[in-house]
């Protein structure tokens, strides 16, 4: 009798589903409204299982970036201290003490501001600077102060001894105290300093893009070749938590096979268009004009205009093509692995940037509007590239396959195609909305599952989240370098070493080739010749 009696007793504070549908009836409107949202969450959490399945996607966020403190500091040479170079030192522990005062005046105003915290938690990479070189006298000096900023302080801090400022990289690169550089002079400064560098037994560290032409990549590459030396090309987009995943969803085929990548540039600011400011203090008594041109076949006069904003000019620079076109490519080619392309044609033009306003002794030459096209006919896609320099959209990188696409930028999303093949039955039944990700990927999340919410989606593609290491935001050029140190200390080439950087290099310069010529080039991979 007690048994039965316990056996039809309902439990309390559970409602089963007939229950739950005859009391909402007594609120009509907000019965039906609940009872939607039960649905839909029941649905969704049935419909990310489902699809971490089907899709098999790794969950596990990368780990702590290993830190370097065994042995003999790495001993470091910087050359070129202009605006990449400051951040290439910050990077690699060091920060000039009026640039960390900034920092730690701004978080005083500003407790969002955690560029000072940041910078103080970033790994120590047991690294000593022991020489810097800049043909603008103010930037040595600033290089010397940031080297000497051991303990990465502000303007009342305890600072290390003084580096050796050299005036000419040759006798930095010839020093016995110095063990690898760090380049981060004007491009066409990168091939004869990299080469000499390498030659001289030390190992390379090189700010993209590599070089401005063909003969310069194949030269570069035959002599780190020769010499072994670690050598790292800086596309710290090969430390992006997004690429390295989106990376893993290409090699499980979540998106078919591809057949076309759609990869931008937008910037609508002088900045963004290498129209910098101009240090008043740079004269001819304080740059070496002479030692700046002279792998120029060209002579020019001294002019600022070509110092300070020398990207503008093909004597100094590669454009679009080399400066920004390569970080969506090498992005791109960490994901794909596509390698340099059969053919190449670029077009553009200088559309906004000619104004008086904007130069006032010289006539910029590098395109603010470009257009490149690569064909890829044995992997069956191509790969547009669009730029300009006077609008900022976010266009951000699209991978396009038969079975879905991927919208890639700080965050990741997949997106099904209605017409696939892989993922038809799926959408016919309704598990797979293709107006919703099927999958998406934020930096920084401690779940992944196959469907984030549309919140982490809207900040993420803002560019509001960063790469994460261990739980903490990290730079990813920090981590760049930290990768390229710790790769000298264990004999072994970095992610981005001198095979990554050729392919980048060749291709950038069939497209420069293609722009100025006017035609389509074409590369031979059996006899490695560009036509």
Known sequence: ??????????????????????????????????FGVWRKKKLDHYRSHQLSRELNMSSTPEGEPKKIWDGEPLRLGII?????????????????????????????????????????EQDDLNIIVNGVCDLFTKRNDEAASAAANINREGLKGSYGRMPKIYTNYRDLIR???????????????????????????KHVYVEKGLTRLP?????????????????????????????????????????????LIEVTTNRNSPNGAWVYDID???????????????????KHAFSPE????????????????????????????????????????????????????????EVREVPDVWNATFEYPEKNFALLYSATLANNRDRGKVIMGHDGHMELGNNLSIYACRESTRYRDKIRSGLIDPDTPIYSYIPGRKDVDAIASPTEQY?????????????????????????????????????????????????????TISYKEGRKITWDREKEEIS
């Open 1 to 34: 009798m007690e048994k039965n009696q316990q056996k039809n007793e309902k439990p309390k504070n559970k409602l089963n589903r007939r229950e739950l549908l005859k009391g909402m009836a007594t609120v009509p409107v907000l019965g039906a409204f609940a």
């Open 80 to 120: 070129g201290f202009g605006i990449r170079g400051k951040q290439l030192m910050k990077a690699a522990g060091f920060a000039m003490p009026s640039q960390v005062q900034n920092w730690k005046d701004s978080a005083d105003q500003n407790s969002n501001d955690r560029r000072y915290t940041e910078f103080k």
């Open 175 to 201: 020093a016995d105290d110095i063990d690898a550089v760090i380049i981060a002079a004007p491009d066409h400064w990168h091939t004869k300093i990299a080469i000499d560098a390498a030659r001289a037994g």
């Open 215 to 259: 003969e310069e990549v194949f030269a570069i590459r035959d002599v780190i070749k020769d010499t072994g030396v670690v050598f790292q090309l800086g596309h710290q987009g090969r430390q992006t938590d997004s690429y390295i995943k989106a990376a893993e969803a290409v090699e499980k085929g979540l998106l078919g096979d591809i057949n």
């Open 280 to 298: 008043p203090e740079g004269t001819p008594e304080t740059i070496d004009w002479k030692q700046f041109e002279e792998p120029c076949e060209s």
């Open 306 to 361: 070509r110092f300070f904003r020398w990207r503008c000019w093909w004597d100094y620079g590669t454009g679009l093509s080399g400066d920004l076109l390569t970080h969506e490519y090498d992005a791109v080619n960490q994901i794909v692995k596509m390698g340099i392309p059969e053919t190449a044609v670029s077009s553009g033009g200088v559309y906004f940037y000619e104004k008086p306003e904007h130069f006032v002794n």
């Open 459 to 511: 900040f993420a593609g803002r560019g509001l989240l960063y790469t994460y290491r261990g739980g903490r935001r990290v730079d990813t050029t920090h981590l760049h370098i930290a990768e390229w140190v710790q790769a000298i200390r264990d004999n072994r080439q970095p992610s981005c070493d001198i095979d990554q950087a050729f392919d980048e290099g060749i291709t950038a310069a069939m497209a």
